[in-house]
């Protein structure tokens, strides 16, 4: 696999395989990404397009600190809360939306799986708040290190690391809520 | 918290399923590339403008480039005068290795008996700090000359990644005493390598040698094997790895170093502690080497995943501030093996915060079948100051049935804000051998 800092050399040179080689190699974990962070899953296509462009538009001068996977998942995790927002202004949209439904889905964004568990996971996920689910999100899929978020931000290491907890703390709430409303259906 | 991160991973992010289609690539791609194109072509003419419009705005500045291009002609002058008869200066190799974007090194080094061991390192110097490497790969072991071969299990392995941020450390089984079949992996977030290993050879280094180097003695002669004219420079120069008298060979027409031995001593006429032999510019980087694969049955010690825990959880481990790294080693497995004994389970696992849940309760059950009676001493900690792996402290441990067990296990001291916790990491093989 050729290292991210040669691939970026190349690219800012303008070397169009480049660009090519960096969107095959982080495509399908930033689909995930966008898709785990979206509460309008339609939405995945064009906020990978449009990260994917203002991107190609850094030709020259682009810099690299860090990983450029996790440069690249950060754009999508505040593409995707601009998207979320303005969704949210257009529709109101309610928290049941962001529930997964496949006969919703259009295109090439499909749940494979849709568990009974990964669809509380998912409701789960779109009742945290926004700030928490991202860094969740972040680490946890595209293994960005908490001091790497935390300078991608622009804030710091102990903040991240308190929204990490509390996002976990809060899924792991709902979901024993889940578990006992569950329980208490089926027991009455 | 461990429980909801894994659900969150195998059962949510492991099951998102977003598989991509031939028409969005298509699409991103081409509006991609076209951006691309046409930021590449609108960036230089903007660029060019803004630049001789700077230049020609004033009559100082015309002067003032007038006078810099006949100083250029000059000095081009006086160069190519003198370039005539081949001279060195330790400038020359530090503007030529400028250029230089990776390095091949092989040799030997002398081990702690006192016996030869080959290496091979393929670097790639850092653009801050060429001194320093981005990307390192550090092979001890029995091998050709450039044999790139990340599947060896039997090779020591240093690998270091900028991309990755990160040092990993293999050791090969046969290195530990008590655990001859145990291979081991460190991965830690960084760019620690070993002090030990051989230093990069980037301009930045020697433009440090320049300043510091101590006793520095130039001498001009022909290379026996190659017949090219070269310097011999020997020079009194500390490195990390504690070996500080340098005998070092330049090519006088390349400018760049050939080879070059190591002593801990001045005594040049003794064997070396390490000799480079073989240095190659801009080698060709074979696929990989600077990714780690860990073999089969490695057990691997991730100091990232360590510092995530305990970031998350505070409470994880023991206070071990106001005490020196051997003082606080010996204090973090006194007070485990004390609570194991005690079977203070809430403590052992608060203090063990790596172990799976699934293997917390197979350790528990040994603990309460072989029942550790007596911490009978600590032995002297081993790997303290490679920021690279893990302190390692071995035990002797006595059994209720009498029985003497050593227990080897690694350690950390951990960093949270202002606190300093020490934690067990986990064991370096089984949890008792045999002494």
Known sequence: ?188 | MRHIKKIVKKSYLNDLNVPASKEMDERILGDALAAMEESAKAEPALAELNIWRMIMKSKIVKLATAAAIILAVVISVTILDKSTTPTWAIEQTIETLREIESIYIAGYFLTADAKKADFQAWIVPSSKDSSKSAYYRFEAGMFEPEDFNPYDQNRHIVVVSERDNSTYFYFPANTWTFYPNQKIAYISEGLDRNPKDPPCLGSDFFEKMKIQAQDWHEEYGIDEETGKQSVFVTCAHPTRMGASFWWIQFDVETKLPVCYKLWLNQDYSSEPAACVSTIIYNPKLPDGVFEFYAPEETKILDHRELSEIVGADPTCGISVNELDTEEACKRIVSEYWEAVINQNWEKVCRMRPMIEEQTWEELQNMYINVKPAKLLGIRECINIGNKASFPIVPCLIRMQNGMTKVGVLHVSIEQIGDEKRGVIVDSLGPEFVDP
């Open chain 1, 1 to 188: 696999m050729l290292k991210d800092s040669l691939l970026i050399r190349r690219f800012n040179r303008g070397d169009k395989d480049a660009l090519r080689s960096i969107y095959e190699m982080y495509r399908d974990d930033l689909l995930k990404v966008a898709a785990a962070l979206l509460n309008d899953k339609s939405s995945v296509e064009d906020v990978i397009h449009d990260v994917f462009v203002s991107f190609a538009r850094t030709v020259g001068t682009f810099k690299l600190s860090g990983s450029l996977k996790g440069y690249l998942s950060i754009c999508i995790a505040n593409r995707a809360r601009d998207r979320n927002r303005a969704t949210r202004r257009q529709n109101a949209i309610g928290l049941d939306s962001a529930r997964l439904n496949r006969s919703e889905i259009s295109g090439p964004v499909q749940s494979a799986i849709s568990s009974e568990l990964f669809q509380q996971l998912n409701y789960a996920m779109a009742q945290i708040p926004y700030e928490q689910r991202e860094i969740v999100i972040l680490h946890l899929q595209s293994r960005i290190k908490f001091k790497q978020i935390a300078k991608l931000k622009g804030v710091s290491v102990n903040t991240v690391l308190s929204r990490y907890r509390y996002g976990l703390d809060k899924l792991r709430l709902i979901l024993d809520g889940e578990a006992n409303n569950e329980t208490y259906k089926k027991n009455s």
